[in-house]
């Protein structure tokens, strides 16, 4: 490889590196903002256009983030464990995924229960006059659990209370059901693979990239 070759190559890697910290960086700091409320910087994280689809929101993410507030008000504490982000650039386009766990604190005929989500997260981010922010926040749903937040109590379900709900988010289907939030039946999620393969198809080809 020349000298020139070489400088050039090692300044496109800088850039994309450059950008791929940019990407994780926002996506952090959207999911930051959410659990600590802070609304107008979690807000600023997204494009005026970005679309948000979740468990219980489908829409504009200046909406979802509004949502959110509201949530958080009726008492619905989402909290929210990260994986580490893996971000690919194309261009001025880029799509970042991680592993999530949603805790959701609740109470259930009496008992105080704390669900457990267990979630991959997917963020499109766009470069639009020279800045990264969010175009999309979507999710496909792996499974979830529910635990009793004071040792030695009995999580208050049954079978028949989560027959009618996805396997892949049945007890989130329970709990948000409860705070009156309903949850679409048609998300994408592991007991449906072909929900998640064409969620990941659309996602990385809207990005020109092979899922």
Avoid at 113 to 119: D, I, N, P, T
Avoid at 125 to 141: D, I, P, T
Wanted: with cysteine; aromatic share 8%.
């Amino acid at each position: 490889m020349t000298a020139n070759k070489y400088v050039a190559a090692t300044a496109e890697s800088i850039a994309l590196a450059a950008h791929a910290s940019a990407v994780t960086q926002m996506v952090l700091a959207e999911r930051e903002c959410r659990d600590m409320g802070r609304w107008d910087r979690m807000k600023a994280c997204f494009h005026d256009d970005a679309v948000v689809r979740i468990s219980w929101f489908q829409g504009n993410a200046h909406d979802f983030v509004e949502g959110s507030r509201e949530m958080a008000r009726r008492g619905v504490l989402a909290k929210h464990r990260l994986g580490p982000p893996s971000v690919r650039v194309n261009g001025t386009r880029a799509v970042a995924t991680l592993a999530a766990i949603i805790d959701i604190p609740a109470e259930l005929r009496g008992v105080q229960v704390m669900l457990s989500s267990h979630a991959r997260v997917f963020y499109r981010a766009e470069l639009r006059r020279g800045e990264w922010r969010l175009s999309s926040f979507e999710v496909f749903y792996m499974r979830d659990e529910l635990a009793a937040q004071i040792p030695g109590e009995t999580v208050p379900v049954t079978a028949a209370d989560v027959a009618g709900y996805r396997r892949s988010y049945r007890f989130m289907s329970l709990v948000l059901a409860q705070g009156g939030f309903s949850v679409r039946d048609d998300l994408a999620g592991e007991d449906r693979p072909e929900t998640v393969d064409a969620l990941c198809r659309e996602i990385y080809g809207w990005a020109g990239l092979d899922p």
